[in-house]
């Protein structure tokens, strides 16, 4: 199993910026991809961004040129860099994981955290 513990979320007025953690614990070998999805109220989860443990990226449409997802393989963390944050961006994000390369159908999620922006 593992465990995956997202941090970072908060309260940002638009234009602002910030940086979600995520960490992950258990049999973490096992793990290659990982990335986030967020949920607004009344829409449907979403994929935001996924990085193989190779590093090879894939962003959603609406965050490119925004938002940049790292990760640390020694420290077994992903993060999201989320600048010039817009009201829609406003949702509960959430850190996955699977054992594949593909995001699409994880087989691990964080509790989510919840990032708001105001207008």
């Known amino acids: 199993q593992v465990q995956l513990v997202e941090s970072g979320g908060g309260l940002v007025q638009a234009g602002g910026s910030l940086r979600l953690s995520c960490a992950a614990s258990g049999t973490i070998f096992s793990i290659n991809a990982m990335g986030w999805y967020r949920q607004a109220p009344g829409k449907q989860r979403e994929l935001v961004a996924a990085?193989?443990?190779?590093?090879?990226?894939n962003y959603a449409d609406s965050v490119k040129g925004r938002f940049t997802i790292s990760r640390d393989n020694a420290k077994n963390t992903v993060y999201l860099q989320m600048n010039s944050l817009k009201p829609e961006d406003t949702a509960v994000y959430y850190c996955?994981?699977?054992?594949?390369?593909?995001?699409?159908?994880?087989?691990?999620w964080g509790q989510g955290t919840q990032v708001t922006v105001s207008s």
């Open positions: 996955a994981a699977d054992t594949g390369r593909s995001l699409r159908y994880p087989d691990y």
């Open positions: 990085i193989t443990v190779s590093r090879s990226t």
